[in-house]
């Protein structure tokens, strides 16, 4: 008998990168800085990340900027982080649009600053028609979140009990018309999910990394994408190289 369905063969290189950007505070610690000056190198060092997916050929960028659960530190840093945000946005975009990226966002706009929301407005407006890397800015973003915006919007668009697959709660999903991520990079050594694209990430790759986000060069991301590359992703399958054990 032979077995059918073998797995694909996946590319070396993620379609998909999503990035938990951790450890901007404890950068900030270990020089005597405050927190905020960690958040500040943060976004330099996304600059630099994001010109290197452009240049690996990456075609999908995912980053977590800020959670719903973010929301419960004090007042000053999330005021800070509001901050330095708009001041992103404000100061990127000509660049970041001249790289021919197209951003997207991720999350609810609704709590954000008047001016942070006419700021991700205008750059997904602005953006739209690049086609070099989609970059989804995962901002006031949370994944149960995400999950209960497409419950209520499908009870709402009376969809049927039957209905209901996989592919139609995608499509109701903040990252709709976007693959799942390959890769999921977190930095700093944390070994959670912290509530980032719990539906997305089923058949994800991880990489963790003891280095701080403002620390995560290019160089630490080309080792992520070769570490990427000697994987061996099954999808719950078994390797085409193994149906002859299996057969005997
Ligand atoms: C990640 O860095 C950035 C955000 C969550 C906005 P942290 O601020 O979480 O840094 P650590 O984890 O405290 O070092
Ligand atoms: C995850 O980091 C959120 C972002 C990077 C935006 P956190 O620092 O908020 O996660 P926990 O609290 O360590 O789980
Ligand atoms: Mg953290």
Redesign the pocket.
Same mark, same amino acid.
Request: hydrophobic letters at 40%; glycine letters at 6%.
């Given at each position: 008998m032979t077995l059918k369905a073998p797995v694909a063969p996946s590319s070396t290189v993620p379609q998909h990168i999503a990035i938990?950007?951790?450890g901007n505070?404890r950068w900030a610690r270990k020089r005597g800085l405050p927190r905020l000056a960690g958040h500040k190198a943060g976004t330099e060092n996304l600059r630099r990340i994001i010109k290197a997916c452009v240049e690996f050929g990456i075609k999908y960028l995912t980053i977590?900027?800020? @959670?719903t %659960?973010?929301w419960g530190r004090p007042p000053e840093e999330v005021d800070g982080l509001m901050r330095i945000l708009e001041d992103v946005i404000e100061h990127e975009l000509k660049e970041l649009d001249r790289q021919g990226v197209q951003i997207h966002h991720l999350g609810q706009l609704d709590r954000l600053s008047p001016k942070l929301q006419k700021g991700v407005l205008e750059a997904v407006e602005q953006t739209r028609n690049n086609d070099r890397l989609v970059l989804n800015v995962?901002l006031n973003y949370g994944g149960r979140d995400e999950i209960i915006h497409a419950f209520r919007q499908m009870l709402a668009d009376g969809v049927k009990p039957e209905e209901v697959t996989v592919e139609l709660v995608g499509k109701y999903l903040y990252t709709v018309g976007i693959p799942d991520p390959d890769l999921i990079i977190r930095t700093s050594g %944390?070994l959670?999910i @912290?509530?980032?694209m719990i539906w997305q990430a089923a058949y994800a790759e991880w990489y963790v990394t003891p280095t701080y986000?403002p620390d995560f060069g290019r160089e630490e991301l080309r080792k992520a994408l070769d570490e990427y590359a000697s994987r061996d992703r099954r999808f719950g399958k078994v390797d085409s190289s193994e149906y002859g054990e299996i057969n005997g």
């Open positions: 938990i950007m951790d505070g977590y900027a800020f @959670s %659960e973010n995962a %944390e959670r @912290s509530n980032f986000w």
